[in-house]
């Protein structure tokens, strides 16, 4: 059996994103998986001249190109449109994978319903099927059950971020500039007014593969940064419970949990917090999770694989400590 | 300004799951369902707040799912909507996430909306596709991942805020339109008695899904699922935390650093 997958990037703001690399590498792996095929790495935006080597470093073995000032900011509207024209030189079977961030959960529903095929969001692992097409496992139900989806050819599927494995194969693909279609209406009606940037120091929550979170358990805003603390030293992101936005020691964008964020990152450090199930729905996909909690009953602890008992207050300055004393 | 919210009808957060004999679904034996501590209950409460603060906008809710689905309308009801549509499923009738946004947007298209809400994702499949699929099939612009809006009805612009990774964008846009809302903590209102009693008089409408499978023959996809779930599966129990034993917080600090860099190869 064959296989040729077109996988969508996500480039926004300009930098190739570290979940488009996993992604161009699964895609490979796919084709090997099914016996043969071809990876179309397809990039839609503005201005994409530089990040073409950075996609080509991901061994596809082509690159299509669709880039103009109309596509500058991202719309699943005229995006869609987009991957419809790019799909065209693309032979059957084929399958269109792209990152689950929140361009690529948007932009694939939409192109799925165009093309009338199946979607699959946040796969967590893709395989050919026997039948034609793929099947993916994914996550329901706030990571109480898993379901395997069986897709058509033809069909689109998100991959979930820190997931896969991205591992660069210096290639040198071809890339093909592709015209950009007539946009509809309805994608016209939207215009991005401003951005605002996040610091630059920060990483992003939903893309860390260390989150470090803390909850009411630190007692105080005051106290907070230590989470802060821990988190960079270990090059992860800090984030929060509900408790504490809710208090005000931090703001929404800290949160995670069922009203917040949803993370799965390598390693996920839960700092009192108790773990009731609105949060555990946002983080127990985690692939590693520790929890520090002074009362050794907390429900947390059934989520977690290494647990500490005792004060946050007393535990989390050690580590930080240890942590710097290895890297002065 | 008509606002439309679908809310979908599933298993409470903490209801205990039995995988389904057919080994595809859980087992609705004894499950509780719901439509509070959901997305959908965050997303009906930014629809309210914006009921609240633009007089004459009215609220409509519709749902697609079996008979029982009725209740999760009756809870929206009594928490401020004002009228509710229900496609009514049978129990065998299989459905994907597109397949439930081609039903919405055949019924929403009978409705009057200058704005469609949805939820991030539904609590039980997670999906998220719902809200940019109902975009195509109503020939709406849409966004996902919004986490706040401001509607002007005199130019018929809205201002909505987004989330990307790293930062927010601010974008302008005209309605009709279909919004997935990502948002943060907002406190869905408690229904009061007399709103309850009052939501049993509010126009509840049921439309059998048969009326409207035949049309969709002809729309991309059609009128059946486009995938298809094989296996429902739930994890194996976890074992708990291995609680790391010391006696000082130094201790404590080595022992976890050794063990998330030997062991467990996250660092
Ligand atoms: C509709 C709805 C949506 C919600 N959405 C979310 C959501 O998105 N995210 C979310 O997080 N919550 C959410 N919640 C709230 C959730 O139910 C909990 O109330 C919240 O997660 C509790 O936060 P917490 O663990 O920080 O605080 P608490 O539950 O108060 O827990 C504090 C913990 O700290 C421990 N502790 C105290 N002192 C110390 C110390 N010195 N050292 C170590 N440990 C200590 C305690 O033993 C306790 O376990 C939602 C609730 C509802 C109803
Ligand atoms: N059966 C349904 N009836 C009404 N609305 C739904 C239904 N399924 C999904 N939705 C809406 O679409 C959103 C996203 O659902 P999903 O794409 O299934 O994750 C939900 O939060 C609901 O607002």
């Known amino acids: 059996m064959t296989l040729n997958v077109l996988v969508l990037t996500d480039q926004r703001g300009g930098t190739l994103k570290t979940a488009s690399r996993e992604t161009l590498s699964e895609a490979r792996r796919l084709v090997e998986r099914a016996g043969g095929g071809r990876v179309w790495a397809g990039l839609v935006g503005s201005g994409l001249d530089a990040i073409l080597p950075k996609v080509q470093e991901m061994g596809p073995d082509s690159v299509l190109l669709m880039d103009d000032p109309v596509l500058k900011d991202f719309q699943a509207a005229a995006y869609a449109v987009a991957a419809r024209a790019m799909l065209e030189g693309i032979p059957s079977p084929r399958v269109i994978l792209a990152p689950a961030t929140a361009m690529g959960r948007e932009w694939l529903p939409r192109l799925g319903a165009a093309l009338g095929t199946g979607v699959a969001t946040e796969a967590t692992e893709v395989v050919p099927d026997p039948e034609g097409g793929i099947r993916i496992r994914r996550t329901v139900f706030g990571g109480k059950a898993t379901v395997s989806v069986a897709l058509p050819e033809g069909s689109c599927a998100t991959l979930r971020v820190n997931t896969f494995a991205a591992d660069p194969r210096p290639g040198q693909a071809p890339v093909t500039r592709v015209p950009v279609p007539e946009i509809p209406k309805e994608a016209r009606a939207i215009s991005v007014e401003s951005t605002v940037e996040a610091p630059r120091d920060t990483v992003d929550l939903t893309q860390a593969s260390i989150v470090v979170a803390g909850g009411r358990g630190l007692k105080g805003p005051e106290n907070f940064h230590l989470v802060e603390d821990l988190a960079r030293i270990l090059g992860g992101a800090p984030a929060a419970s509900r408790a504490v936005v809710d208090a005000g020691w931090r703001p929404a964008s800290y949160q995670v949990g069922q009203t917040g964020k949803t993370v799965a990152p390598q390693l996920y450090i839960a700092i009192g917090i108790s773990g009731a199930i609105q949060h555990l729905v946002g983080m127990s996909n985690s692939r590693c999770i520790v929890a520090i909690n002074r009362d050794a009953a907390a429900p947390i602890f059934k989520v977690a694989h290494y647990g500490i008992v005792g004060d946050a207050l007393a535990i989390v300055p050690a580590l930080i400590g240890a942590l710097r004393a290895e890297r002065p | ?267």
Do not use: C
């Open chain 2, 1 to 267: 300004m008509h606002l439309i919210v679908g809310v979908k009808h599933v298993p409470d957060a903490d209801t205990r799951l039995r995988v389904d004999p057919s080994g595809t679904t859980y087992d609705p034996d004894g499950v509780k369902f719901t439509i509070n501590n959901t997305y959908d209950e965050a997303t009906l409460e930014e629809s309210l707040r914006l009921k609240d603060g633009n007089p004459g906008t009215t609220v409509h809710v519709v749902s697609v799912g079996p008979p029982r689905a009725e209740e999760g309308l009756r809870a929206a009801l009594a928490m401020g909507a004002d009228e509710a549509t229900l496609v009514e499923v049978g129990t065998g009738t299989e459905l994907d996430p597109l397949l439930t946004a081609r039903l919405l947007a055949a019924v929403i298209r009978g409705i009057p909306h200058d704005l469609v809400l949805v939820g991030r994702q539904a609590a039980d499949d997670e999906a998220g596709q719902v809200g940019s699929a109902l975009g195509h099939y109503l020939g709406l612009p849409s966004a996902g991942y919004v986490t706040g809006l401001e509607v002007d009805p005199a130019s018929k612009r809205l201002h909505i805020k987004r989330y990307v990774e790293g930062g927010e964008e601010t974008l302008g846009m005209e309605f009709p339109a279909v919004l997935s809302i990502l948002k943060g903590a907002n406190d869905p209102r408690t229904p009061t008695l007399p709103n309850i009693l009052k939501a049993r008089r509010k126009p509840l409408r049921k439309v059998p899904v048969g009326d409207l499978l035949p049309a969709l023959e002809t729309w991309p996809g059609g009128a059946k699922p486009t995938s298809r779930v094989t296996a429902f599966q739930l994890p194996p129990p976890r074992a708990g935390a291995k609680i790391l034993e010391y006696t000082s917080p130094e201790e404590a600090a080595g022992k976890l650093l050794a063990a998330l860099r030997e062991e467990a190869k996250v660092l």
